[in-house]
């Protein structure tokens, strides 16, 4: 059986049909040793600089800093615990479990003891005790019982080549050598020893020894398995053997040409040989060639895994970690061989050589196994070759889009030789096969019937549909099914019909067109899924709803089984019926990967499927494709509260302010690694099922109660896991909102009922001896708004503005107006706003430039939250009004004025002490009624502060609750 890769250079091209990972992806380094799947599903990478755990999205890398006992790990195994144990360069072990690493406390012990030597191999039993092989220690093996921290050593004679099965029943390779051994040129035993334990595990005894020529002096990998029937697969250097334990016969013997780097098991028994070449395949006695692309073959690799959904993971020492999600897929694109990667047209012919042809190129390839070789089509103007071909009379028909229409060879093999018996000019779009030397042809908009005789070829028939054709079908009875950019059009006997006419759903475009054994007719149509009309014109119309990849389906072709392929945008899908003479669907598998997107033309011979698609051309044996039943394992791997980081837990108990849940979860699949579907819901919230492709979800302020969320996620094909990962949510009331605080706060509201009469009481009398006061106060302050003085400078500006024809008369006579305007708003308010007071501040200011000019400076630092507290009205425009009063404002001593707000949720106003001559001074009416009103309605002071250079006063502001509370 011959299996091939993807073959490809540029190793991060998602269009080649693998993926690679490297230090730009997450990996800590590009010496990767080791890959395995732990039971969970995640996968597991050993580098030279840490662990990596992967989940198809992120790598979680640990180091030292983490608690790994050494950076360089070679190798890592999970135990019956589900511990991963980690091989390392030192030989000190560590493990991961639950999210940490833990290290021996006997490494140290142990380092001292095994020195130089190097752990080939280890294995983990039931009773927790680590048996090491190593390589370079003469004394023999190491048991380490983990319970006890105790090291016991094994002796196995020196300079022995040895396999040694352990109690857990796997074999562990070693050879017991000096550490001075390559310097000495020691001659080691020419046998291969096999070992076990004898009863009481202090010593071992000898089962068989093999005999067969070691090589000397060289550092040697040795690695072995130990199969179900009692075989044993081994490798020494570039040895591979399969030993049976009951003779010292070899079952299969192998020399490689190069050394065996490491040994992996599939769950087949089968092997991957990672060797300083290719890696090679073994199973059923016998080696697999394989065809490696150019990425493996360079970089040196060290382990090769099959994943559970069957992708294959390469590990090597210089270009990091690949991914292969399929061996029967291969795909050639311009790295290996093809010569664009818009592939325009192929065709398999007779003898099952691939036929291929590149978009905007006059030359295509011929695929034979390994081989590649091209032929030249003449005189194509740059455009591209559509079509080939193949008749039952030899002939092959290869035809371009260009004017030069096709050419006709007698014979493939004249194909191969580039020798055209024909030629037709005009550019043909698709082709469809009739009887002897006859094909019927589209052009744009045209429809031919061409015939060759000898070297000249007619068209005796030609119709014009004016339409852009892109597929024709010849049926059973004849009629040539045509599709257009304007739906399915049908020609038999020399008449057109329009089958969008008969059937609506067919009157839009249709890119392909093909029959099936039961002649039913399936239509490949641009945005609408397929339509099958069957011999009794009845209609299937199948859609992503019925499991179709995508409804933009672009070619088909229906294989020797009577199953169909359809080429979509996302992939492939296989169409299985279960009957192909009387049409009924089964189901649809679908293919989707990098190298199946955009696929243009599919062509099928035998097993063979050939994909055509904007990034090469992708083939492979339909029987190798399997649809993938492996659910995804999904976990929830994070959970935040009120964005916090949270324990993970199945069931969790919180309090009523508990309740911003962010949960994050992943669904293990690496087939489509990070496009993979979710399902969740949150039970009791969401009615139904919510789907995303993120991986996770937020639940702001949950009500108290009882709840369950529950998520699970869909594999590449389709398959939902049904044992989706949940967590148990309970989040309880709080405190007033429990039975026996209800019953006290009845009790509390009849004490307060009684207790507020008694403070209405006392408070009436209290408003009543206030109000009197405030009524004296208000008509103060109402003097000391309507100051003469103030209207009469006002007055003045405004006449000395009037006849100096000045523009701001008008302007000043509007501000002056909302001044009093505010000033009749508010005179029955105690307190307002501050952003109110301000705005008649700014207002007051406006009136004072137009006084003073730029001679009053105003230097604003107001807190836009403190502008909703409250101040005592009309006491800034107040003390603005003191400060020009009782300040000399000049343009030889301009004036400083500041207004802010402090941290002690005050205002203060602090300005320049330039006080004008004595007479000035104030009675202090303005200051005396603002700290009145403070200190009967919120028992507080304003502050007043005066040094030689400036004189400020601090109001305090009142907050919207002490309002409220204030005014209740």
Same mark, same amino acid.
């Given at each position: 059986?011959?299996?091939?890769?993807?073959?490809?250079?540029?190793?991060?091209?998602?269009?080649?049909?693998?993926?690679?990972?490297?230090?730009?992806?997450?990996?800590?380094?590009?010496?990767?040793?080791?890959?395995?799947?732990?039971?969970?599903?995640?996968?597991?990478?050993?580098?030279?600089?840490?662990?990596?755990?992967?989940?198809?999205?992120?790598?979680?890398?640990?180091?030292?800093?983490?608690?790994?006992?050494?950076?360089?790990?070679?190798?890592?195994?999970?135990?019956?615990?589900?511990?991963?144990?980690?091989?390392?360069?030192?030989?000190?072990?560590?493990?991961?479990?639950?999210?940490?690493?833990?290290?021996?406390?006997?490494?140290?012990?142990?380092?001292?003891?095994?020195?130089?030597?190097?752990?080939?191999?280890?294995?983990?039993?039931?009773?927790?005790?680590?048996?090491?092989?190593?390589?370079?220690?003469? =004394?023999?093996?190491?048991?380490?019982?983990?319970?006890?921290?105790?090291?016991?050593?094994?002796?196995?004679?020196?300079?022995?080549?040895?396999?040694?099965?352990?109690?857990?029943?796997?074999? !562990?390779?070693?050879?017991?050598?000096?550490?001075?051994?390559?310097?000495?040129?020691?001659?080691?035993?020419?046998?291969?020893?096999?070992?076990?334990?004898?009863?009481?595990?202090?010593?071992?005894?000898?089962?068989?020894?093999?005999?067969?020529?070691?090589?000397?002096?060289?550092?040697?990998?040795?690695?072995?398995?130990?199969?179900?029937?009692?075989?044993?697969?081994?490798?020494?250097?570039?040895?591979?053997?399969?030993?049976?334990?009951?003779?010292?016969?070899?079952?299969?013997?192998?020399?490689?040409?190069?050394?065996?780097?490491?040994?992996?098991?599939?769950?087949?028994?089968?092997?991957?040989?990672?060797?300083?070449?290719?890696?090679?395949?073994?199973?059923?006695?016998?080696?697999?060639?394989?065809?490696?692309?150019?990425?493996?073959?360079?970089?040196?690799?060290?382990?090769?895994?099959?994943?559970?959904?069957?992708?294959?993971?390469?590990?090597?020492?210089?270009?990091?970690?690949?991914?292969?999600?399929?061996?029967?897929?291969?795909?050639?694109?311009i790295e290996n061989g093809m010569l664009g990667n818009k592939i325009t047209g192929v065709a398999i012919d007779k003898q099952g050589k691939i036929w291929a042809a590149s978009e905007h190129n006059n030359k295509y390839v011929i695929i034979d196994h390994d081989s590649i070789t091209y032929r030249t089509l003449p005189n194509i103007d740059g455009?591209?070759?559509?079509?080939? !071909?193949?008749?039952?009379?030899?002939?092959?028909?290869?035809?371009?889009?260009?004017?030069?229409?096709?050419?006709?060879?007698?014979?493939?093999?004249?194909?191969?030789?580039?020798?055209?018996?024909?030629?037709?000019?005009?550019?043909?779009?698709?082709?469809?096969?009739?009887?002897?030397?006859?094909?019927?042809?589209?052009?744009?908009?045209?429809?031919?019937?061409?015939?060759?005789?000898?070297?000249?070829?007619?068209?005796?028939?030609?119709?014009?549909?004016?339409?852009?054709?892109?597929?024709?079908?010849?049926?059973?009875?004849?009629?040539?099914?045509?599709?257009?950019?304007?739906?399915?059009?049908?020609?038999?006997?020399?008449?057109?019909?329009?089958?969008?006419?008969?059937? #609506?759903?067919?009157?839009?475009?249709?890119?392909?067109?093909?029959?099936?054994?039961?002649?039913?007719?399936?239509?490949?149509?641009?945005?609408?899924?397929?339509?099958?009309?069957?011999?009794?014109?009845?209609?299937?119309?199948?859609?992503?709803?019925?499991?179709?990849?995508?409804?933009?389906?672009?070619?088909?072709?229906?294989?020797?089984?009577?199953?169909?392929?359809?080429?979509?945008?996302?992939?492939?899908?296989?169409?299985?019926f279960k009957n192909t003479t009387n049409l009924i669907i089964d189901t649809i598998i679908n293919l989707s990967s990098a190298n199946l997107f955009e696929v243009n033309k599919i062509a099928t011979k035998g097993d063979t499927v050939c994909a055509a698609t904007n990034n090469g051309l992708t083939v492979f044996n339909m029987n190798l494709v399997?649809?993938?039943?492996?659910?995804?394992?999904?976990?929830?791997?994070?959970?935040?509260?009120?964005?916090?980081?949270?324990?993970?837990?199945?069931?969790?108990?919180?309090?009523?302010?508990?309740?911003?849940?962010?949960?994050?979860?992943?669904?293990?699949?690496?087939?489509?690694?990070?496009?993979?579907?979710?399902?969740?819901?949150?039970?009791?919230?969401?009615?139904?099922?919510?789907?995303?492709?993120?991986?996770?979800?937020?639940?702001?302020?949950?009500?108290?109660?009882?709840?369950?969320?529950?998520?699970?996620?869909?594999?590449?094909?389709?398959?939902?896991?049904?044992?989706?990962?949940?967590?148990?949510?309970?989040?309880?009331?709080?405190?007033?909102?429990?039975?026996?605080?209800?019953?006290?706060?009845?009790?509390?509201?009849?004490?307060?009922?009684?207790?507020?009469?008694?403070?209405?009481?006392?408070?009436?009398?209290?408003?009543?001896d206030i109000n009197k006061q405030l009524i004296i106060m208000e008509l103060k302050e109402l003097k000391a708004q309507m100051d003469p003085h103030f209207l009469f400078n006002n007055l003045n500006t405004l006449t000395h503005l009037v006849e100096l024809k000045s523009d701001d008369a008008p302007e000043f006579v509007e501000e002056l107006s909302?001044?009093?305007?505010?000033?009749?708003?508010?005179?029955?308010?105690?307190?307002?706003?501050?952003?109110?007071?301000?705005?008649?501040?700014?207002?007051?200011?406006?009136?004072?430039?137009?006084?003073?000019?730029?001679?009053?400076?105003?230097?604003?630092?107001?807190?836009?939250?403190?502008?909703?507290?409250?101040?005592?009205?009309?006491? !800034?425009?107040?003390?603005?009004?003191?400060?020009?009063?009782?300040?000399?404002?000049?343009?030889?001593?301009?004036?400083?004025?500041?207004?802010?707000?402090?941290?002690?949720?005050?205002?203060?106003?602090?300005?320049?002490?330039? #006080?004008?001559?004595?007479?000035?001074?104030?009675?202090?009416?303005?200051?005396?009624?603002?700290?009145? =009103?403070?200190?009967?309605?919120?028992?507080?002071?304003?502050?007043?502060?005066?040094?030689?250079?400036?004189?400020?006063?601090?109001?305090?502001?009142?907050?919207?609750?002490?309002?409220?509370?204030?005014?209740?």
């Amino acid at each position: 059986m011959l299996l091939c890769l993807i073959d490809s250079a540029n190793t991060s091209a998602q269009s080649s049909g693998y993926r690679s990972y490297g230090v730009k992806d997450g990996l800590p380094s590009s010496e990767v040793y080791f890959s395995m799947q732990d039971s969970k599903g995640y996968m597991w990478f050993t580098t030279d600089k840490g662990v990596c755990r992967f989940d198809g999205y992120e790598f979680k890398t640990y180091t030292t800093s983490n608690g790994l006992a050494d950076n360089t790990i070679f190798e890592c195994q999970e135990d019956y615990k589900g511990r991963i144990w980690f091989r390392s360069l030192s030989g000190k072990l560590s493990y991961y479990f639950k999210d940490s690493i833990y290290k021996l406390p006997i490494n140290d012990s142990l380092n001292k003891l095994i020195k130089a030597a190097f752990c080939e191999s280890m294995s983990i039993d039931t009773a927790d005790n680590v048996y090491m092989a190593l390589y370079g220690f003469s =004394r023999g093996l190491i048991k380490i019982n983990t319970r006890k921290g105790s090291i016991k050593i094994i002796p196995i004679p020196k300079d022995r080549s040895y396999i040694f099965i352990s109690p857990d029943k796997k074999a !562990l390779s070693g050879f017991t050598c000096s550490p001075g051994y390559f310097s000495k040129g020691l001659v080691r035993d020419s046998l291969l020893h096999l070992y076990t334990l004898l009863p009481g595990d202090t010593s071992i005894r000898e089962i068989r020894s093999w005999k067969w020529h070691i090589p000397d002096n060289i550092l040697i990998h040795d690695c072995s398995f130990l199969l179900p029937d009692g075989k044993i697969a081994a490798s020494v250097y570039s040895d591979f053997m399969i030993l049976d334990t009951s003779s010292v016969n070899f079952l299969f013997y192998k020399k490689l040409p190069t050394e065996i780097i490491n040994l992996s098991m599939n769950k087949n028994y089968s092997f991957w040989l990672s060797t300083l070449n290719s890696p090679e395949y073994y199973s059923n006695n016998e080696f697999t060639h394989m065809s490696f692309p150019s990425f493996i073959k360079t970089n040196h690799i060290t382990s090769v895994t099959t994943d559970k959904e069957g992708g294959t993971w390469f590990t090597s020492l210089y270009g990091a970690v690949y991914y292969i999600n399929s061996l029967s897929f291969r795909t050639y694109t311009i790295e290996n061989g093809m010569l664009g990667n818009k592939i325009t047209g192929v065709a398999i012919d007779k003898q099952g050589k691939i036929w291929a042809a590149s978009e905007h190129n006059n030359k295509y390839v011929i695929i034979d196994h390994d081989s590649i070789t091209y032929r030249t089509l003449p005189n194509i103007d740059g455009l591209s070759i559509t079509n080939f !071909l193949f008749k039952n009379n030899g002939e092959v028909w290869i035809s371009n889009n260009s004017n030069t229409g096709l050419f006709i060879y007698n014979t493939p093999k004249a194909a191969e030789e580039g020798k055209p018996s024909a030629n037709f000019h005009g550019g043909c779009v698709c082709m469809v096969s009739d009887t002897g030397s006859s094909c019927w042809v589209s052009g744009y908009g045209s429809l031919f019937y061409l015939k060759k005789i000898d070297h000249e070829v007619t068209a005796p028939v030609f119709k014009k549909l004016d339409s852009k054709i892109f597929s024709l079908c010849k049926s059973a009875d004849q009629s040539i099914y045509i599709g257009t950019l304007n739906g399915l059009w049908r020609y038999k006997s020399d008449s057109l019909i329009n089958i969008g006419k008969i059937f #609506p759903v067919l009157k839009n475009r249709i890119d392909d067109v093909v029959e099936t054994k039961d002649h039913s007719i399936l239509v490949a149509t641009k945005d609408t899924g397929i339509i099958i009309i069957q011999p009794d014109n009845k209609l299937i119309h199948l859609t992503t709803s019925n499991g179709l990849l995508s409804n933009f389906c672009q070619c088909l072709s229906v294989d020797y089984k009577g199953n169909a392929w359809v080429g979509t945008n996302k992939g492939i899908s296989h169409i299985l019926f279960k009957n192909t003479t009387n049409l009924i669907i089964d189901t649809i598998i679908n293919l989707s990967s990098a190298n199946l997107f955009e696929v243009n033309k599919i062509a099928t011979k035998g097993d063979t499927v050939c994909a055509a698609t904007n990034n090469g051309l992708t083939v492979f044996n339909m029987n190798l494709v399997s649809y993938n039943k492996i659910a995804p394992s999904i976990f929830i791997t994070g959970l935040k509260i009120n964005n916090k980081n949270w324990p993970v837990s199945k069931s969790l108990s919180l309090n009523y302010d508990e309740n911003y849940l962010f949960i994050s979860f992943v669904g293990l699949t690496y087939k489509d690694a990070g496009n993979t579907q979710y399902r969740y819901k949150m039970e009791d919230i969401d009615t139904g099922w919510i789907y995303t492709k993120n991986r996770d979800v937020q639940y702001p302020k949950l009500a108290p109660g009882n709840y369950k969320f529950v998520v699970s996620a869909m594999n590449n094909d389709g398959k939902w896991n049904m044992e989706p990962a949940t967590m148990q949510l309970n989040i309880s009331p709080p405190f007033w909102a429990t039975w026996w605080f209800r019953s006290l706060f009845v009790a509390a509201i009849a004490g307060f009922i009684y207790w507020r009469f008694k403070v209405v009481e006392s408070r009436t009398k209290k408003e009543a001896d206030i109000n009197k006061q405030l009524i004296i106060m208000e008509l103060k302050e109402l003097k000391a708004q309507m100051d003469p003085h103030f209207l009469f400078n006002n007055l003045n500006t405004l006449t000395h503005l009037v006849e100096l024809k000045s523009d701001d008369a008008p302007e000043f006579v509007e501000e002056l107006s909302k001044y009093y305007r505010y000033s009749l708003q508010f005179r029955n308010a105690e307190f307002t706003e501050l952003e109110n007071e301000l705005k008649q501040a700014v207002r007051y200011i406006h009136i004072l430039k137009i006084r003073f000019g730029d001679n009053m400076k105003i230097k604003w630092n107001i807190d836009e939250p403190l502008k909703s507290y409250y101040v005592a009205t009309y006491s !800034l425009q107040l003390l603005l009004e003191n400060i020009t009063k009782h300040n000399i404002v000049s343009a030889a001593k301009p004036l400083w004025v500041e207004i802010s707000t402090t941290a002690q949720n005050s205002l203060l106003v602090k300005n320049q002490l330039q #006080p004008k001559n004595s007479s000035a001074l104030s009675n202090g009416h303005g200051l005396k009624s603002i700290n009145q =009103r403070y200190q009967l309605l919120t028992k507080r002071k304003t502050t007043i502060n005066q040094t030689t250079e400036y004189f400020c006063v601090e109001l305090p502001l009142i907050t919207p609750d002490e309002y409220e509370s204030t005014y209740s």
